[in-house]
């Protein structure tokens, strides 16, 4: 690990992949952070980006965490930056019963769970978000499902043909980074404007514990 790349670990266990994405919070434009808590509900974090401390969040640094959709044990979670709202947030969350339920956040209620979930009998899946505020959901074999923005912030779901994304080159990109420790299917890549341009690396470790390793792109 070179002395340009930053590294911070998270405290509590947790299950899954974490998924994080660039939002538009800040005037840098924040990193948002999901990952399933290994016994019960979600945590979602913040980065500050902004040269300025925000309330006790330092520039560059984690915020402590919310927990979320407690009494739901969940396998994996995915948050966008959606194009609607203004500003809202999207967040896909697997629970352990197969449930893909679809959640948003929004200023002042925070988080909340739609009264339509994605699909059931769900193994695996990665969301995209399109401009336009089109939502669809890879997953696999080539199934998916997508939700248009008529009604939003409510979401209705019609099948559609998407394919997983190829994950590997997270794990390439950790192990050249020297990172040797990761949960089986737990890397990911994301890639910020911080910076001039840096890659967002995430894994958990054999502990359960969740990473984040931040490698400029210059």
Not at 33 to 41: T, Y
Not at 63 to 90: C, M, V
């Amino acid at each position: 690990m070179s002395k340009n790349e930053q590294m911070h670990s998270f405290t509590r266990p947790s299950t899954g992949p974490g998924s994080l994405v660039q939002g538009a919070y800040g005037t840098r434009g924040n990193l948002e952070l999901v990952v399933a808590d290994a016994s019960d509900g979600l945590w979602v974090h913040w980065l500050n980006a902004d040269p300025e401390a925000v309330g006790d969040v330092a520039p560059g640094a984690w915020s402590g965490g919310l927990h979320f959709a407690a009494g739901t044990r969940y396998t994996a979670a995915q948050i966008l930056q959606d194009t609607l709202g203004p500003d809202f947030l999207e967040v896909l969350a697997l629970t352990a019963d197969g449930v893909l339920e679809s959640w948003f956040w929004s200023p002042g209620p925070g988080f909340q769970r739609r009264d339509e979930d994605a699909a059931s009998g769900v193994a695996d899946f990665h969301a995209m978000l399109a401009a336009d505020g089109t939502l669809a959901v890879a997953l696999g074999a080539g199934a998916g499902v997508a939700s248009s923005p008529a009604a939003h912030p409510a979401r209705t779901w019609a099948p559609v043909a998407a394919a997983l994304p190829d994950r590997t080159p997270a794990e390439r990109e950790l192990a050249a980074a020297g990172v040797a420790d990761v949960a089986p299917g737990s890397a990911r890549a994301a890639t910020s404007t911080r910076d001039g341009g840096t890659r967002e690396l995430t894994w958990r470790d054999g502990a359960g514990i969740l990473h984040h390793l931040a490698v400029p792109l210059r």
